[in-house]
């Protein structure tokens, strides 16, 4: 088979599994809930941390990470009129089983997104929203990343729904504009292939889109990249770009919110000699989008990309070497 032909047909797949997933009903009214926390490793961490931020922003409550390691290799925390979004394509990792059971266990609302049906993370749940994904074959999660977004917001729509028009709306763009190549995908290919160093800017949800593009870039190209707030770069990387070669992807969201905030680290970066490049859905039309879904309509422009420069850089995305598709931690 080809090298990257799982990829190239799972990422057409992801617009799609986006909305479907978007207009998931997660069924009775949830119980009240004080604070949010997020359990999850790897890209579904990315997704995680995308709707960490539409959490907190439409609900007023707090939303943060919670690493799996508190259960799996300690005694938890309380978790009292909690809701714990637990995310895992596979739902098969052992860490996060033990995190279903253990937040459960101490109170927490647990609501699992997966994509595969009767897993072991769905079993220790209270509530399982499908990503119905399919199957993905390719070791790099893609489509599910997408999807998984799609259902946390469908669920944030049950719990705000004040909320859920406008994201259902928004899963209707991403459905169509998702499918179109990005105008720059060429330019953009050709400066990750040279690169040597990439940092992946973004801001509120294009922060967890930025951490995902840089994971497919370490994934799929074995290429060093890190991704960061385009408030935190300032803090101190930026002075990286005094002696190495960087590339810079900023990802926008087209949030208003953001938009100075990228502008200048987009500033200070090309006025140091960096080669910057900057994503937005407005680059295929997309506008009026709420923020989760611009950040992963960014992911379903970008996939494409990162196939494409894995293969210029003579590796095969669908198998990274090193990789396997579901990792076993504890």
Request: glycine share 8%.
């Amino acid at each position: 088979m080809t090298a990257g032909t799982y990829m190239a047909a799972e990422t057409a797949e992801a617009p799609e599994a986006f909305r479907r997933a978007a207009l998931l009903e997660p069924g009775p009214a949830l119980a009240p809930w004080r604070a949010a926390y997020t359990i999850a490793r790897g890209s579904s961490d990315a997704a995680a941390a995308i709707l960490a931020y539409e959490f907190m922003r439409e609900s007023g409550r707090p939303t943060t990470s919670l690493p799996p390691s508190v259960f799996s290799l300690g005694e938890g925390v309380a978790l009292a009129d909690s809701l714990i979004l637990l995310i895992s394509q596979s739902g098969a990792s052992d860490d996060l089983v033990r995190s279903a059971k253990g937040a459960r266990a101490l109170g927490g609302l647990v609501v699992a997104i997966t994509n595969v049906p009767g897993s072991p993370v769905e079993q220790e749940a209270q509530t399982c929203l499908p990503i119905g994904a399919g199957p993905e074959n390719a070791v790099p999660a893609t489509k599910t990343v997408v999807g998984a977004v799609g259902a946390g917001t469908a669920l944030l729509g049950a719990l705000v729904p004040d909320y859920a028009p406008r994201a259902r709306a928004s899963a209707e763009v991403v459905a169509e504009a998702g499918l179109r190549p990005h105008p720059r995908s060429s330019t953009l290919r050709d400066a990750l292939a040279r690169a040597q160093s990439v940092y992946v800017i973004g801001r509120d949800t294009g922060f967890g889109a930025a951490q995902e593009i840089a994971l497919k870039l370490k994934e799929c190209c074995a290429l060093h990249a890190e991704a960061y707030s385009a408030s935190e770069v300032l803090h101190g990387p930026l002075q990286l770009v005094t002696e190495d070669e960087l590339t810079i992807l900023l990802l926008d969201t087209g949030h208003a919110e953001t938009r100075e905030s990228l502008d200048l680290a987009q500033a200070r970066f090309r006025d140091n000699g960096a080669d910057v490049h900057r994503v937005s859905p407005a680059d295929v039309g997309a506008e009026g989008l709420t923020p989760a879904a611009a950040a992963a309509l960014l992911l379903c422009l970008l996939y494409p990309v990162v196939r494409e420069t894995a293969l210029a850089r003579g590796h095969d995305p669908d198998a990274p070497r090193t990789l396997s598709k579901v990792t076993r931690t504890t």
